[in-house]
């Protein structure tokens, strides 16, 4: 079965101010997640990419376009189950006010119970994402072979789940997995497992260093902004 490249979008307005963006409208990309996505093709030239698959979201779509552009007959497709999580009333609020509210501990603890008020339920995201790849793989090799390779372009949260249905996790470890903005993921398929091939992969460890106010130990909801 095809090999997967999940790549999340680059960083965003949303990511450097704090916001949950979710679904809202008109999120694009800041300056260093446009230079991301302006080397994405170097990243990804040796890969012979089949299929480019997109969430219909604007910093995903803005994310795989210098791709595109470097490779003028790659087919791109807008996939709705790959969007983000919806978040609901969640949505466009900062993550700041959000920390204080009782379903961020459901959600960093136990997110297979977690559900967005107005939203969706963390676990029916993962289910939307994974028919979406399974059914994307079956495409893939049906139309390009069994050792093709082909690009997703998602979200943090979706990421981190389909890594976590990959591997056999339950979906209330998930939060476990970090994947920063425009970092690469490869999930290689086979008939009776898929394989981790690379989690999170930017080529930049800027994000290791200690930082001066170490973090609280919970995950970032939405994914996170990354090395400052």
Known sequence: MPTLILVRHGRSTANT????????????????GAAQAAALP????ALPVSEVVT?????????????????????????ERISECDYGDWSGRKLAELKDEPLME?????????????????RAMQTRAAEA?????????REHGADAVYLMCSHGDIIKSLVADALG????????????????????YTRLRPFLVRLGDTGDFA??????????????????????
């Open 42 to 45: 170097a990243r990804l030239a």
């Open 55 to 79: 969430s219909p979201l604007q910093r995903c779509q803005e994310t795989v376009r210098p791709l595109l552009e470097a490779r003028p007959g790659l087919r791109s497709h807008t996939e």
């Open 169 to 188: 996790l339950h979906l209330d470890l998930f939060q476990r997995i970090s994947v920063e903005p425009c970092s690469v993921t490869v999930i290689r």
């Open 106 to 122: 459901v959600v960093q603890a136990h997110p297979s119970a977690a559900a967005f008020p107005g939203g969706e339920s963390m």
């Open 207 to 228: 994000s290791l260093v200690p930082r001066e106010e170490p973090g609280d130990g919970d995950a970032p909801v939405g994914g996170g902004a990354g090395a400052p």
């Open 133 to 141: 790849v399974r059914e994307w793989n079956a495409r893939v090799e």
């Open 17 to 32: 101010s704090g916001v949950l963006a979710g679904r809202t409208p008109g999120v694009a990309l800041d300056e260093r």
